[in-house]
């Protein structure tokens, strides 16, 4: 428990939460982050839409330390992808940017975010990008390519070469304009040796077809996949069901070596068919998912008692408006792209866009199902010292400045 103190959810506090030290004895009082908070783009730095907004993207991937997004189809200003820089400061308002030499789509090597990938397969260290932006050379080639592919890091300390870093990634593909975006499922994994200075493919799978145990149910083509962050799940959307209707549903992959058949076993059901639904890390009681529905933002808690239950992230701003799939930083926040109006007590309102951070700890209608249930949550609130925490763990592991 590293000395912190869980305190019961029923304690529906919303200010503090208690730190103990084991070392000294001595405690202190951590803030809360904010239940929900709005981090404002700058106009000027990234260029304005059509309804003269500072511009989101349309495909945008949260680091997990919540400090950086992987944005796509940034306009003329910034190119066709670039790095947003969320703000540690407590500033409001985003004003760092970071153009790459990527193309639309690209996605980041989830649970690491060690490498940026092209849809080329052409993996970019993610400092690199961050120095020399557009002007980063690529380290190696391989994995799954084209656009609706998705990557994560596995953890196969186990495996017979555990130098290797290990690297999922799925996809599906391409077929004509009319069936782009629905297919078969294919995944690839590769074994990379990387010694700092250079890094090269030395084990690949090779691409292989998924899931064909499945056909007698679920049909085999499914839409909307996302790989989990640890590469040993995958959530997605059956097109043809053999029986019910189309629903987003979670299955396993093969957790160890590469190179086993997957056997796609089906895990949970969220029986409805929102946009993407993408994986928390792992916790100690429970994992959560969330996804985007008609532009607001809602998380399930994946235990037995909570599974049929779906929870909204709570608007503080008007007009609250999600422009693309959410993500999930390692602390649990839940980080995505909006516009939403700030209205003055006097009715004034202004537009706005950027990126909205949410604490699913704090939701009140998750607060209250976990006290009916006699469940517990992982913690009671995110706080700033998680925050801190890990955007040190992450500025460290990778040679970023803090």
């Not at 895990?267 to 998912?289: E, I, N």
Request: glycine content about 10%.
């Amino acid at each position: 428990m590293n000395g912190r103190v869980l305190i019961p959810v029923a304690l529906l506090f919303a200010g503090l939460a208690t730190w103990s030290s084991g070392a000294t004895g001595r405690t202190e009082a951590l803030a809360c982050i904010p239940a929900v908070s709005y981090l404002a783009l700058d106009g000027p730095m990234v260029g304005l839409d059509s309804n003269g907004v500072p511009a989101l993207g349309t495909y945008e991937r949260i680091s997990p330390d919540g400090r950086f997004v992987l944005r796509s189809y940034s306009g003329a200003l910034l190119g066709e992808v670039s790095l947003i820089e969320l703000p540690g400061d407590g500033s409001t308002v985003v004003t760092r940017v970071f153009r790459t030499p990527l193309s639309n789509e690209a996605f980041p090597v989830q649970g690491s975010w060690r490498y940026l990938v092209d849809v080329d397969g052409r993996h970019f260290r993610l400092r690199d990008v961050l120095r020399q932006q557009q002007k980063a050379v690529p380290l190696f080639q391989g994995g799954m390519r084209g656009f609706y592919a998705a990557a994560s890091e596995l953890d196969l300390a186990a495996a017979a070469d555990p130098a290797l870093v290990w690297i999922r990634s799925m996809s599906w593909p391409q077929g004509d304009r009319a069936g782009q975006g629905t297919g078969p499922l294919q995944v690839r994994t590769i074994g990379v040796r990387d010694t700092g200075d250079k890094a090269e493919v030395v084990a690949d799978t090779g691409p292989q077809f998924i899931c064909g145990s499945r056909h007698a149910t679920d049909g085999g083509v499914y839409t909307l996949p996302m790989i989990s962050v640890d590469g040993k799940e995958f959530s997605a959307i059956p097109i043809n069901p053999r029986a019910g209707q189309p629903s987003m549903r979670v299955y396993g992959l093969a957790a160890t070596v590469p190179g086993e058949q997957h056997a796609c076993d089906l895990r949970m059901d969220l029986k409805a068919s929102p946009g993407k639904a993408v994986f928390a890390f792992a916790g100690r009681a429970s994992a959560m998912l969330a996804y985007t529905h008609n532009a607001s933002v809602y998380f399930v808690d994946r235990r037995a008692e909570l599974q049929d239950q779906v929870f909204r992230i709570d608007d503080e701003r008007t007009q609250v408006l999600a422009s693309a799939f959410p993500g999930f930083t390692k602390d649990g926040r839940i980080v995505f792209g909006a516009s939403w109006k700030d209205c003055s007590a006097q009715g004034a309102c202004v537009n706005r866009s950027g990126y909205v951070v949410a604490d699913p700890y704090q939701n009140a209608d998750y607060r209250q199902q976990l006290q009916r249930f006699g469940l517990r949550a992982d913690k009671a609130c995110i706080t700033q010292a998680d925050v801190r925490s890990e955007r040190q763990r992450f500025a460290d592991a990778w040679g970023l400045s803090r």
